[in-house]
């Protein structure tokens, strides 16, 4: 069964950092990639990141762009999300989804979520 767990999500106050892990199973990233997205109560599901297989074609929204980091350790089979400069705005649950695009950003499944909650 195809699964992805994330992990990483606290309460930081605003300017402080956080690091998010997805660890994926029943696949590797070495055969898909992978896509952040949050969803914040009463908001539609926002795609903030996104890599293709092999580190390959890196995408960030405007929303996050020069404070979210992506990166991959494929001996582990985790990809991580490096989040700095937190705003209140960005508070909201974390999810990552099974990228099936060899290109680009497409998606089959998605974890459970972790909360971020960013203070102040």
């Known amino acids: 069964e195809v699964q992805l767990v994330e992990s990483g999500g606290g309460l930081v106050q605003a300017g402080g950092s956080l690091r998010l892990s997805c660890l994926p199973f029943g696949f590797t990233i070495d055969e898909y990639g992978i896509g952040w997205f949050r969803q914040a109560p009463g908001k539609e599901r926002e795609e903030i990141s996104c890599i293709s297989r092999s580190d390959s074609n890196i995408y960030y929204a405007n929303s996050v762009k020069g404070r979210f980091t992506m990166s991959s350790d494929n001996a582990k089979n985790t990809v991580y999300l490096q989040m700095n400069s937190l705003k209140p705005e960005d508070t909201a649950v974390y999810y990552c989804?099974?990228?099936?695009?060899?290109?680009?950003?497409?998606?089959?499944?998605w974890g459970l979520g972790t909360q971020v909650t960013v203070s102040s």
């Open positions: 989804a099974r990228n099936i695009a060899t290109e680009g950003c497409d998606y089959d499944y």
